[in-house]
């Protein structure tokens, strides 16, 4: 994203803030909307002001499948979110993240993505299985299945970029301008 104009940004899931915190901390001009159940939006405002962004951080509490996400966003962060449900309530969350957006948006989404061999990395492979045992239809998706979902819900362009040293990766896609 551009550093030299503002830009809003929706962290969806912001948990502890530290995501748009970062956008910030690059970006003077950026607006931060996190988005969060209210007890966890408490801990990532308090973690904006210390980072001395809380003049650029607003909230929304509630549910990422229903609450009122906004609009006219340069891109949203989608980290470690999706690993919780099924593809179809993936693709279901990516249309509402891509009305969300303003034409020429990005969506950012954080996960652990195994090859498509499903057992290579070791830690996206594993985190497979915490997923199989934790939640009632999530899983660590492929690149591949990211793209199924993401082109059903309008994005175009995604590509995929491992983040070193972690065992995350980060795969954007755009909306059509």
């Not at 229903?66 to 966003?73: E, H, I, K, N, Q």
């Not at 652990?112 to 985190?127: C, H, M, Q, S, V």
Request: charged share 20%; proline share 7%; glycine share 8%.
């Amino acid at each position: 994203l551009h550093q030299d104009r503002p830009v809003r940004i929706l962290d969806v899931a912001a948990g502890h803030g530290a995501y748009g915190i970062t956008f910030a901390r690059k970006n003077p001009l950026a607006q931060i909307v996190a988005l969060d159940w209210p007890n966890v939006l408490k801990i990532a405002q308090e973690n904006a002001l210390a980072a001395g962004v809380g003049d650029r951080f607003s909230t929304i509490a509630g549910d990422a499948f229903t609450a009122d996400l906004g609009s006219s966003y340069d891109a949203v962060l989608v980290p470690n979110f999706l690993h919780h449900f099924n593809r179809a309530d993936g693709v279901r969350f990516l249309r509402r993240v891509h009305d969300a957006l303003k034409p020429g948006g990005q969506v950012v989404i954080v996960e652990f993505i195994p090859n498509e061999d499903r057992i290579t990395p070791p830690p996206a492979a594993g985190f497979a299985l915490v997923m199989l045992g934790t939640t009632p239809e999530g899983d660590a998706y492929t690149f591949a299945e990211y793209q199924e979902m993401l082109a059903p819900a309008g994005f175009e362009e995604a590509v995929c970029h491992q983040l070193p040293p972690s065992a995350q990766a980060v795969v954007i896609a755009r909306k059509e301008a």
